[in-house]
Nanobody, 119 residues
Framework: QVQLVESGGGLVQPGESLRLSCAAS????????MGWYRQAPGAQRELVAQ?????????VYLDSVKGRFTIARDNAKNTVYLQMNSLKPEDTAVYYC???????????WGQGTQVIVSA
């Protein structure tokens, strides 16, 4: 059974940075495209960034985070990262990672990691 463990969230001020990590176990991690999702209070979960499988580095970003967020993966560590720079209050949400299959999340969700951007 696949387990996802997200970490790296916290409380930061606008303009600051955070780096999120997500470690996956129980799967052949490298064969899956991976994504970072987020869910703000009262909102639906949305896909923020996606990276292709294997050794490819094709990435796709939500328009509102382009130029500020960077997704990366380390297949040797079964880990996907999200570098978040120039954070804004509207980035406040719980962030989750998951495999992306046919544009949908594929595995059971982990616990997520909370990001709060506030002055």
């Amino acid at each position: 059974q696949v387990q996802l463990v997200e970490s790296g969230g916290g409380l930061v001020q606008p303009g600051e940075s955070l780096r999120l990590s997500c470690a996956a176990s129980g799967t052949i991690f490298s064969i899956y495209a991976m994504g970072w999702y987020r869910q703000a209070p009262g909102a639906q979960r949305e896909l923020v960034a996606q990276i292709s499988s294997g050794g490819l580095t094709n990435t796709v970003y939500l328009d509102s985070v382009k130029g500020r967020f960077t997704i990366a993966r380390d297949n040797a560590k079964n880990t996907v990262y999200l570098q978040m720079n120039s954070l804004k209050p509207e980035d406040t949400a719980v962030y989750y990672c998951n495999a992306v299959l046919n544009n949908s999340p594929y595995w059971r969700w982990g616990q997520g990691t909370q990001v709060i951007v506030s002055a």
